[in-house]
């Protein structure tokens, strides 16, 4: 069992940058790849970014690329997303997943196991 929870979201220009948090429970969390989704009202959930259980690999959607870096630190349990030039576009709750058995596909939410509560990341322009 995994408990996730995030924090480190907020009200930011567009522009501006965010580094949301994941604090994993449970002493299994550098088994698992753990991904970043994130939906906006109205919208459907969407993929953000994955890591690796070691790390090693990263995979960020389109919209991410170039501006969003995944990380982990597997000594503190925690993934982080750091969001720069941050765009209204990216208003969202953002989510945190953790995933035993994604292989290749980083990218299905339905294929990860537990999920965060969620943390509201809200750019105005």
């Known amino acids: 069992q995994v408990q996730l929870v995030e924090s480190g979201g907020g009200l930011v220009q567009a522009g501006g940058s965010l580094r949301l948090s994941c604090a994993a429970s449970?002493?299994?969390?550098?088994?698992?790849?753990m991904g970043w989704f994130r939906q906006a009202p109205g919208k459907e959930r969407e993929f953000v970014a994955a890591i690796s259980w070691s790390g090693g690999m990263t995979n960020y959607a389109d919209s991410a690329k170039g501006r969003f870096t995944i990380s982990r630190d597997n000594a503190k349990n925690t993934v982080y997303l750091q969001m720069n030039n941050l765009k209204p576009e990216d208003t969202a709750v953002y989510y945190c997943a953790a995933c035993g058995t994604c292989g290749r596909t980083w990218y299905i939410g339905n294929n990860y196991d537990y999920w965060g509560q969620g943390s509201q990341v809200t750019v105005s322009s």
């Open positions: 449970g002493r299994t969390f550098s088994t698992y790849a």
